[in-house]
Each structure stands twice: as structure tokens, then as C-alpha cells.
């Protein structure tokens, strides 16, 4: 990458990986979206890599999570993520409570009012979990979330 041989990145960022033109690679013919997705995302990973830059992916859920009665997206829910999966170091993804109605947590009775929860679902090299955070949708900005 030219681009880090003159100033050193820090983190590269691809927004989405879904948007990536795959269907023409190098003339072959792909046999599914996931393992053109998958194909991507390793080549993103072997370039992160090799440039010692850290790659921040986003991908696209499918509606899975839509039909369940909690809502909270899982690792299944990355649409055509078999090869995903596979690759990447870590998986994370948010939830905002407030998109489905829900306005209170049911065991603490804390509001949701913009509150969301930051998933760490899968992480090769640490622990997953989850984390509270407060928002400001018409800032688009994050904030700590206190009580």
C-alpha cells in the first residue's frame, strides 16, 4: 500500500464488505457469495498483515435476527458469513434495544432510552462479552454509559 509507505496507518477500514464487486474476479466464476466474501476477507487479512496495519471490516447482517423474540444478533446472523467467520480474529456487533420497542431492561428496569450493547462474540486472541454504551443518534456520537 502506497499510502502507508509514506505515512504509517494505524487501521485500515472497509465500509461494507458486502459492497465488493466479486462476481468478475480474475475471470473465474465464484461458486457462492459467501466464499467470494470469504475470499475477500482473507485477502484483506494476508493485506493487514503484511502491512502490520490493523483492518476493521463491516458486513452486513441478514434479517434472522429480526424474527427472534430477543432481537440480539449472533454469529449466524452475518449475512453469507461461513468463510467470515473463519477469518476473521473478532466478530462484533451492536444492538440498540430501542429499534425494537424495547425501552427497559427487564431484570434491572433501567431505561434503553439510547443506550446500545456492543457484542464481542468471537475473539481469537482475548474474552467476548458485552458492553453499554449511551449514544446521541442526531450526533451520530458515543459516549460511556453510566447509571
Do not use: W
Not at 502491512?51 to 430477543?70: F, G, I, P
Not at 473478532?90 to 431505561?111: C, K, N
Not at 474474552?127 to 453499554?132: L, S, W, Y
Amino acid at each position: 500500500m502506497v499510502l502507508n509507505r509514506k505515512h504509517k496507518l494505524d487501521l485500515m477500514i472497509v465500509d461494507y464488505l458486502n459492497l465488493v464487486n466479486v462476481s468478475a474476479d480474475r475471470g473465474e466464476v465464484k461458486d457462492t457469495m459467501d466464499l467470494a466474501l470469504g475470499e475477500v476477507a482473507g485477502g484483506l487479512k494476508t493485506l493487514s498483515m503484511e502491512q502490520n496495519v490493523a483492518c476493521l471490516v463491516l458486513a452486513q447482517l441478514n434479517r434472522n435476527c429480526e424474527t427472534r423474540t430477543d432481537h440480539i444478533p449472533m454469529m449466524s446472523d452475518l449475512r453469507n458469513s461461513g468463510e467470515i467467520e473463519q477469518i476473521a480474529d473478532s466478530i462484533a456487533m451492536v444492538y440498540r434495544p430501542e429499534q425494537y420497542g424495547e425501552l427497559s431492561d427487564p431484570v434491572t428496569r433501567e431505561s434503553f432510552y439510547h443506550v446500545g450493547r456492543f457484542f464481542v462474540i468471537k475473539n481469537r486472541n482475548g474474552g467476548t462479552g458485552e458492553v453499554r454504551f449511551r449514544y446521541n443518534d442526531s450526533l451520530t456520537q458515543i459516549y460511556p454509559y453510566k447509571k
